[in-house]
């Protein structure tokens, strides 16, 4: 009788046993589910709302450094091209103030949302650019408004240091935006590789539309150069012919 409660105790054991195991796994799982949602990284990937201010913060440093700052450093270019009317000069020179000027806007909102929204440790390559990329943007845009008048010493310093910025924030901004896209895919583990695939054929187009606005200028000059050649090529030939003709006309009387 002892040895059968013995075994009946034994029975219960084992069945109780799993249960208790699986209570503890549930317990445990609530733990980990309930515990640590504000915390964990993968919260932060599934959480739509950050995922939609990340996509907001992308597309406003996109725009600033990928459309706007592009545009401010072509219109300027364009008035280096030689023989253009003064109120041409004037609307090139007003885009490119007016592109930088909303650039900052942009950049300056990112920063305020990644500040706000954002953990911002500073633990990777896109964060530390990015802060050092944002003042050297406002540096950048107060040295604009503080531009010394033509014809002096200062003017050639500012316009040197001017365009060390303009071109140092440019390269930055393009590598910005690879290292934001990669950060992106990293945070919220979605592919990035069609948005860095159109981003690298809208550098590749702005690229070669400056280098052939540099040239465009040179290939005008060639073109009037080579009509002009080709007009005074003909009129010598036009009077080199009219002065045979007069000479055959003289030997004729002459004749006579």
């Known amino acids: 009788m002892e040895i059968h409660h013995h075994h009946l105790f034994v029975s219960l ?7 208790s195991s699986s209570q503890e796994n549930t317990r445990s799982l609530v733990i980990d589910v309930n515990g640590p949602v504000e915390t964990s990284p993968i919260s932060e990937k599934l959480n739509p709302k950050l995922v939609y201010e990340i ?9 600033s450094m990928g459309v706007l700052m592009p545009i401010g450093i072509i219109s300027i270019r364009l008035i280096t091209i030689k023989d253009q009317p003064i109120i041409t000069l004037r609307r090139l020179f007003w885009i490119h103030v007016t592109s930088q000027m909303v650039a900052v806007i942009l950049v300056t909102i990112g920063a305020i949302m990644s500040v706000k929204n954002f ?3 500073f633990n990777n390559h896109h964060q530390r650019l990015g802060i050092g990329l944002y003042i050297i943007v406002w540096f950048q845009a107060l040295l604009g408004f503080l531009r010394p008048s033509r014809g002096g010493k200062a003017r050639r310093k500012w316009f040197v240091g001017h365009w060390i910025l303009g071109t140092s924030i440019a390269i930055l901004g393009v590598i910005n935006i690879y290292t934001g896209l990669h950060a992106y895919s990293k945070k919220t583990s979605r592919s990035v590789k069609l948005w860095t695939i159109l981003f690298t054929a809208q550098l590749s187009s702005i690229v070669l539309f ?3 606005q540099d040239k465009w200028s040179y290939i005008q000059s ?3 150069f080579n009509r002009n050649q080709s007009v005074d090529h003909n009129s010598n030939i036009s009077t080199a012919e009219a002065g045979h003709v007069d000479g055959v ?6 004749s006579y």
């Open 222 to 224: 060639q073109t009037t």
């Open 210 to 212: 400056y280098l052939f």
């Open 119 to 121: 953990n911002n440790s």
């Open 13 to 19: 054991l084992l069945l109780l046993l799993p249960l």
């Open 249 to 254: 006309d003289e030997e004729t009387k002459q």
């Open 55 to 63: 996509k907001v913060h992308g597309f406003m440093l996109w725009a």
